[in-house]
């Protein structure tokens, strides 16, 4: 982990079972892994799960987003279901985009002022209820990510990764403020 965009590493640990499981997560400031539909969360990135629960059907489901800044959702074609305690129990639902044909579906608190829910069309974010966000190259680029990066002018903003390189866009203008290199990239 880089907390400070240096390009080194200021933290590191093990956790899970690498490359089988279904995915890695950024969580409210942990990170957690979804194994079925076992979710295990370490909030305190020891290597350790904290705690776990169960949401969702696990490998039948179309995706699992992890909410900001806290909260699960699953998403079954272009179906929302959340869960805002992250106690295994569904809050909410609702529908948005075309599903599985969308490149990407993502959550923040605020994306564009508006309530975090935004899929990606090539390079065109759709922001729910309403608005629309453009950045970066669409599907050549090899990752999209929102979050709470160190040092920006706003709390939450979009980030691409072109191999090993993150460039950032810290006011929703569609413009890069700034950009530092972590890590191999994507395998």
């Known amino acids: 982990m880089d907390y400070n965009r240096d390009g080194i590493s200021d933290h590191s640990f093990t956790f899970g079972n690498g490359n089988s499981e279904r995915g890695y997560y950024t969580t409210n400031g942990g990170i957690a892994i979804v194994r079925g539909n076992a979710i295990y969360i370490d909030d305190n990135l020891d290597g350790i799960a904290d705690r776990s629960f169960t949401f969702g059907n696990g490998s039948s489901e179309s995706e699992y987003l992890f909410m900001r800044p806290i909260g699960i959702a699953v998403r079954r074609g272009n179906l929302i279901i959340w869960d805002l305690n992250m106690d295994g129990i569904p809050n909410s639902s609702f529908t948005f985009g075309n599903g599985n044909s969308e490149d990407q579906y993502s959550h923040a608190p605020v994306i564009l002022g508006?309530?975090?829910?935004?899929?990606r069309r090539d390079y065109t974010w759709y922001v729910y209820p309403s608005g629309n966000y453009s950045y970066g190259n669409g599907n050549q680029e090899d990752g999209y990510f929102f979050g709470k990066f160190p040092g920006g002018t706003s709390y939450y903003e979009c980030a691409v990764l072109r191999y090993n390189?993150?460039?950032y866009d810290n006011d929703n203008d569609g413009q890069s403020e700034g950009s530092f290199s972590f890590g191999t990239g994507l395998k």
Not at 114 to 119: D, F, H, T
């Open 114 to 119: 508006s309530s975090g829910w935004g899929l």
């Open 165 to 167: 390189t993150l460039y």
